[in-house]
């Protein structure tokens, strides 16, 4: 005969479920971000001569975004943003966010860069981490 679960087993089976529940949900809308990548944006950019993607990204105390995003061409020149539609730039700015760190905008937040090469079809994710350090010390005098 097993022992019925005590209250604190419960509790623990419980967040296990929940914090698997979002770890699936995560990597679905990861998986969607992706998808979505490779199959309707960046063919969609390359039409446009675009070769890669840099989108700079920042936040601290709950709040953050994207700061900009630069279009290049293979030969590293900028493409002008007006020649992207705004339709495409707006759904790429949404995809992106999928990518950013997680709390990336949390208390001294962070900062970085989302690169996308559209001829390889990588993503490569550069990121600085915020940080406020405190050092305590103590000392004591006998007079």
């Not at 509790?11 to 998808?35: C, G, I």
């Not at 675009?50 to 105390?61: H, K, P, Q």
């Not at 490569?124 to 000392?139: F, L, V």
């Amino acid at each position: 005969m097993t022992d019925p679960e005590t209250p604190d087993e419960q509790v623990s089976d419980s967040v296990q479920k929940l914090l698997a529940h979002f770890h699936q949900t995560e990597q679905a809308r990861m998986d969607d971000a992706k998808n979505r990548l490779r199959s309707e944006i960046i063919p969609r950019l390359v039409q446009h001569r675009v070769a890669n993607i840099e989108a700079a990204y920042s936040g601290y105390g709950d709040s953050g975004a994207i700061d900009g995003v630069q279009y290049r061409d293979a030969h590293g020149q900028r493409v002008d943003r007006a020649t992207i539609p705004v339709p495409l730039a707006e759904t790429l700015e949404t995809c992106l966010y999928e990518f950013l760190p997680s709390g990336f905008e949390i208390n001294d937040g962070g900062q970085g860069t989302v690169l996308i090469d559209t001829q390889t079809a990588k993503v490569t994710i550069q990121h600085q981490e915020n940080y406020t350090e405190t050092r305590d010390s103590s000392r004591e005098f006998d007079l």
